[in-house]
């Protein structure tokens, strides 16, 4: 920064720049005066350009002022933001299983937790048309759930409300268009809901995406029920079972998140790839929770700021 003794300093420009500020940032004249040291009733009408005093004075104060804003913004952009959804090496083998259920087919992916499926399905719903998405839970893993999930997922709203009945406008329904369903958290299913999705893509030839953990394979495949899984198993067209990121996904994490210093993003790759952890997802809550102590700092994310965020994740209180 320029020590404001050092050179002159150009009052029209300061007056333009308090007056272009004070609009940006809604300020009043008083409140426009305390951010950088100057009564309310002397900035005003400097602003105004009819000030009596030293307006040198007070243009001088307005550069330091201005050299202030300037730097933190300057700190603030070295602080990471969300970028949204960003590809990955994992989110497109996703994407592929995806497509290919858009063509009427059964696929099913299996992935470790924090590997972007969830997100990857949810931007595939701005791709492909029609297509929808319902995600199971422990509450609606069993058949009768299953469908009334699926039917607001598509938003039928059937005027029968037991499930045979909302099952047969899901087919009659379904028959007259070639739609795609992905279900997140299909591990939950049950095998008779798992059964009744079959039945869908047999009679309507609804593409299904299967999206879950490794036990949604390890039950279709090798389970205790998985000759009675033949049927189903037999439609598969396609799966892919992953259960770590792999370290592309961590350096697309990286340049998405314009992490760029290689101790950073050396660490993220470690912490991802380290079995049982929460992958992607647990690297951004380590940048979430570092970016908030840099931007408390004033300064850039550094990679002191991501050990402490990591450091902290692993505290443990134990009570004698």
């Not at 953990?213 to 037999?234: K, P, T, Y």
Request: hydrophobic letters at 40%; proline letters at 4%; aromatic letters at 6%.
């Amino acid at each position: 920064m320029i020590h404001v003794d050092e050179m002159p300093v150009d009052i029209e420009e300061m007056r333009e720049w308090a007056n272009g500020y004070k609009a940006m940032e809604n300020l009043s004249w008083n409140d426009l005066g305390n951010a950088i040291g100057i009564p309310g009733g002397t900035i005003q009408p400097f602003c105004k350009g009819n000030y009596a005093g030293n307006n040198d004075r007070i243009a001088r104060e307005i550069f330091k002022f201005r050299q202030g804003v300037q730097n933190r913004r300057e700190q603030m952009d070295g602080i990471p933001v969300e970028p949204g959804y960003f590809d990955t090496p994992t989110s497109l083998l996703i994407r592929e299983l995806l497509a290919i259920a858009s063509s009427g087919e059964i696929t099913v992916g299996a992935f470790g937790p924090g590997m972007g499926k969830t997100k990857t399905a949810e931007d595939f719903l701005g791709r492909v048309s029609p297509c929808f998405m319902a995600t199971i839970d422990d509450v609606s893993k069993d058949t009768n759930a299953m469908i009334r999930l699926v039917e607001k997922a598509i938003g039928l709203n059937c005027v029968r409300s037991w499930p045979a009945a909302i099952s047969a406008e899901l087919i009659t329904f379904l028959r007259r268009r070639k739609a795609t369903l992905i279900v997140d958290e299909a591990n939950h299913l049950t095998f008779k809901a798992l059964e009744q999705l079959r039945a869908w893509h047999d009679q309507t030839g609804l593409g299904i995406c299967l999206l879950g953990n490794e036990e949604l394979i390890a039950r279709i495949e090798r389970g205790r029920q998985r000759d009675a899984f033949a049927r189903l198993n037999s439609r598969i067209a396609q799966r892919v079972v992953q259960a770590q990121p792999q370290e592309g996904d961590v350096l697309a994490f990286c340049d998405a998140w314009k992490l760029f210093d290689p101790g950073i993003r050396q660490t993220l790759i470690d912490v991802a790839l380290r079995p049982g952890s929460g992958a992607l997802r647990e690297c951004r809550q380590i940048i979430v929770n570092a970016s908030r102590i840099a931007s408390e700092d004033g300064g850039r994310l550094q990679l002191a700021h991501v050990r402490w965020a990591i450091e902290r994740r692993a505290i443990r209180i134990v009570r004698q």
